[in-house]
């Protein structure tokens, strides 16, 4: 199977919001979405001292669209208008569709904000089709333990299988639009071959550590874009790594963005905006 080469690395750019360190590689200068991925923001890695705040997203509203949250130190209470809530811990990943419309609220729990402690969380954010943006809203929180965890390569690589199918094995969730999505953690040394069906989006995020992907050399921090030339992705590291890996189908539609709203038309974000204000996102 021949291996998709390099098109870009985009690194991502620095925009913290109050005292959370946040980077953001999508959207970027040089990339505006990697269709059907739209958005990813990488909070820490920090150090939350006790007695802190902790993270700072209070009630707000999605509609349109699936944000899955990666909870890699630290821990995340969520809770929203569809009456659901959990608190996950680290290793643990959060998968939301908002649909037609959610409140939710994503912050650190009491218990993590009195005592403190090392925080790091991603969020990605799946835009919907057209047929499925105004879909009954849904919230699914998996601990680590509920994750299928494939070890590979003598143990240095661990394929922590989210979504999809991965040689014979399914993943904790079922996704609306057939998305494959994993984080992947690599020992310095450890290899490893991906599947990238072709026709399909790759997203690849380098979260930490130094990778080889096929013929580049990739550093932290960076979103690495792939041509539409094979059907796999090879990787090793070359120092201990983590990376974010998923793959969909390209939707093809047109996008438009206010906020926390993500539809297809102008007309459809106004009516969201009405749709909120009158209360009706659950």
Do not use: C
């Not at 998996?142 to 094995?169: H, K, M, S, W, Y």
């Not at 999505?181 to 399909?200: C, Q």
């Not at 963005?257 to 009158?278: K, L, S």
């Amino acid at each position: 199977m021949p291996s998709r080469s390099t098109k870009a690395l985009h690194p991502a750019h620095r925009d913290d919001i109050g005292d959370l360190v946040t980077r953001r590689p999508l959207p970027g200068p040089g990339v505006e979405q990697v269709d059907p991925f739209l958005f990813l923001n990488h909070h820490g890695p920090q150090t939350y001292p006790p007695g802190s705040n902790g993270l700072p997203f209070g009630p707000h509203p999605h509609r349109g669209f699936e944000t899955v949250t990666f909870i890699l130190e630290g821990s995340l209470a969520h809770y929203d208008s569809g009456g659901h809530e959990s608190v996950i811990e680290a290793g643990g990943v959060q998968w939301m569709t908002a649909g037609s419309g959610l409140v939710h609220a994503e912050v650190s729990p009491e218990a993590f904000k009195r005592a403190g402690g090392p925080m790091e969380i991603l969020q990605l954010w799946v835009n919907l089709p057209a047929r499925l943006k105004m879909t009954a809203p849904a919230y699914t929180g998996l601990q680590g333990a509920d994750i299928p965890a494939l070890t590979r390569d003598d143990g240095r690589v661990t394929v922590n299988l989210i979504a999809g199918e991965f040689e014979g094995v399914s993943g904790a969730m079922r996704s609306l639009t057939g998305v494959f999505m994993s984080t992947v953690e690599l020992r310095a040394g450890g290899r490893i071959v991906l599947p990238a069906p072709a026709g399909r989006s790759v997203f690849l995020y380098v979260v930490r550590g130094g990778l080889r992907v096929g013929e580049t050399d990739v550093e932290g921090f960076r979103l690495v874009e792939l041509n539409d030339d094979g059907d796999t992705v090879e990787i090793e590291a070359t120092s201990d790594a983590v990376i974010l890996f998923g793959h969909a189908e390209p939707i093809g539609e047109p996008v438009v963005a206010h906020g926390p709203f993500v539809m297809n038309t102008r007309e459809e974000i106004v009516q969201a905006i009405r749709d909120y204000q009158a209360g009706k996102f659950g």
